[in-house]
């Protein structure tokens, strides 16, 4: 009777499963090794249907291509990792301190907490828009601004190297709507005998939010911390719809475009040794960050 049962119950597991398996394996698996085996092949408009693989002898080819020839490669990296940084170390505290100030029971948190959603529902396509106009040098709101200590500036900042880099930052970076919304929840599931207990030896206010809240929250700090990362890194539309790379602002997801699609040849298997770096890249800072917080609250545990 047990075995039966032990069967049955492994056979609705794998029931449950197989769905969620095979919609993996079409939708993420196969694509993925797609992509990394036609990376060492010969893929374009002339072979668009049939990839040619480069033998063993020149197996390196996109990669070299990448590496030594192509011109946009490094100062995109270069970017997206800033960008990737940038992510954990400005959004993370940003999302935390608003977070730990919206768990407040204060009159009329709610409503706060419901304006500081909307701006985040609108798509970074549509960010990308507004901040496109709002950087006009003829009509925006930016360069006046910028007068008021350089008179006479008349230059569009999406074209200088250097203050383009920091105006698609801008255009992102604070939009922190959903990482806010991710650490709000666990901080509201800190028990409150936690935090009876904590009052009890004198313990309140920014004290026990540094001591008892985050702590208990670090699962969900580094959860958000890997994904403000790889957004960071993989970030594309400001990129698209303010700059198209131009004055130093390539990021890894616009070369990708650039070789797949408005390059002459349309470089597909370029395009995919870059997609390979990417995504081996993804993974580096997925094992980074978990470092990184081990270490930390290791150190915290020990203090």
Known sequence: MKNKLSRNRKAFIIAFLAPTIIAFCIFYLYPIITVFLTSFCKWDYTNITSPEFFGWKELWNNYDYIFNIYPYFWEALRNS???????????????????????????????????????????????????????????????????????????????????AFWAITGAYIFFTGTTTLMILGNVMAVPEEIREAAMLDGVSGIKQDWYITIPMIKGTLKTVSILAATSGFLLYNEVFFLTKGAAGTYSI???????????????????????????????????????????????????
């Open 81 to 163: 990792a800033a960008w990737a940084l940038l992510g954990v170390v400005v959004q993370i505290p940003v999302s935390t301190l608003i977070a730990l100030a919206f768990s407040r029971k204060v009159k009329g948190i709610k409503t706060i907490r419901n304006i500081y959603i909307i701006p985040n529902m609108i798509s970074s396509a549509a960010m990308g828009m507004i901040f496109l106009q709002l950087y006009s040098p003829l009509y925006g709101v930016v360069n006046p601004l910028i007068q008021n200590f350089n008179k006479g500036f008349s230059e569009n900042i999406l074209l200088l190297k250097g203050p």
């Open 253 to 303: 997801s616009y070369v990708i475009r650039e070789l797949a699609i408005t390059s002459p040849r349309t470089q597909f298997g370029r395009a995919n040794a870059v997609a390979v770096i990417q995504i081996l890249a993804g993974m580096l800072i997925i094992v980074a960050v978990n470092i990184i917080y081990s270490i930390s609250f290791k150190k915290k545990r020990k203090a």
